[in-house]
Structure formats: structure tokens, C-alpha cells
């Protein structure tokens, strides 16, 4: 018969371990998901050369900015991306200028998305790599930028953008110089 005192050695790290997923779940419970950084805003569009989804030449991010532009990161694979391609259209169609920045996608499988859905992008760029991604700080697809016509991010939504999120991007865009 085993003493008492070698079973409590054989309990502890059963203990420890309970210990450590109660420590992982409170601090869950307190993480605020919806808070996304912002680190980019009021800073100026990283210094980002791409090549671009129609013909592959290399397209500096700046200079696809002209006037207010929405930087839309998306990607085919993202189904979000699907449920806000709509307001993308609509915002394309109102006279904003959207910009395309395909994240980690198969260029052949963005084309596809863009001719089965519709193309709102004046341009779109490819980071094959996610390198784009790293130097905009994005938190996952889809996210949009709002940046100014000197290049400078004046606003970031992170996640599919819905009616109410577009409209508010677009009176932002609007009231831009």
C-alpha cells in the first residue's frame, strides 16, 4: 500500500496544472477583443513597394495614395472579406478612392474573387508574404485605412466594414484635405 504522502507528490502537478488553465481563463475573460492598435494613425504610410495584382510591376503603397484613399487589406480566402466587399462597392461608387493591398493570397485566387464579386480598387497590390501586413500592423483580415492625400493614416477599422462603419469612413474621407 502506497503512504499518503507519495500520493500528494503525484497530485501536484495535477494541481499546477489546474492552477495554470484558471490563471489562462481569468486573463481571457478580462482581454477586450474589440480593441485593435492603432499604432499607424497620425503616422505616415510605411515605405512599402509592391507589385501589383494587373501586370506585377513594383508600385511604392505612397504612391498608389492620391487625394483620401482607403487602403482596404483583404484576401479571397477571407469569408468577412466576402460580407464587406458590398460597402467597398459602394463607397468605389460614391467617389472614393479604394486601394486593394491582397494579404497572403494566390494572385490567380484574387482575381477570381474580384471578377465574381466586382472590383471597387483603382489598384490592387499583392503581399504574397504578409511583409505589407507587418509594416501596417494589421491584427487579421479585413482592415482598412484611411489616409490622406500626403500619405498619413488618419483612421483604422479592423474587421469587415459594415453600412455604419463605411458611412463614417466616408464622411471622414470627405472631409479630408
Not at 37 to 58: C, N, Q, S, Y
Not at 75 to 94: D, I, N
Amino acid at each position: 500500500m502506497t503512504p499518503p504522502v507519495s500520493r500528494l507528490w503525484t497530485l501536484i502537478p495535477l494541481a499546477v496544472l489546474a492552477a495554470l488553465v484558471g490563471l489562462f481563463a481569468i486573463s481571457s475573460l478580462r482581454r477586450q477583443p474589440n480593441i485593435s492598435p492603432d499604432a499607424l494613425v497620425g503616422r505616415p504610410l510605411p515605405g512599402i513597394t509592391l507589385p501589383t495584382l494587373v501586370g506585377g510591376e513594383a508600385v511604392p503603397l505612397r504612391s498608389a495614395v492620391e487625394g483620401p484613399t482607403l487602403v482596404n487589406v483583404f484576401a479571397s480566402w477571407c469569408t468577412p472579406c466576402e460580407v464587406e466587399h458590398p460597402e467597398l462597392v459602394k463607397l468605389s461608387q460614391s467617389g472614393v478612392r479604394v486601394v486593394g493591398l491582397a494579404y497572403k493570397d494566390d494572385p490567380a485566387k484574387t482575381t477570381a474573387f474580384l471578377d465574381r464579386l466586382g472590383d471597387p480598387f483603382a489598384t490592387v497590390l499583392v503581399d504574397r508574404d504578409g511583409r505589407a501586413g507587418i509594416e501596417l500592423g494589421i491584427t487579421g483580415v479585413p482592415e482598412t485605412y484611411l489616409v490622406d492625400g500626403a500619405g498619413v493614416v488618419r483612421a483604422k477599422h479592423a474587421g469587415p466594414l459594415t453600412p455604419e462603419h463605411a458611412g463614417t469612413l466616408l464622411a471622414q474621407a470627405r472631409s479630408l484635405p
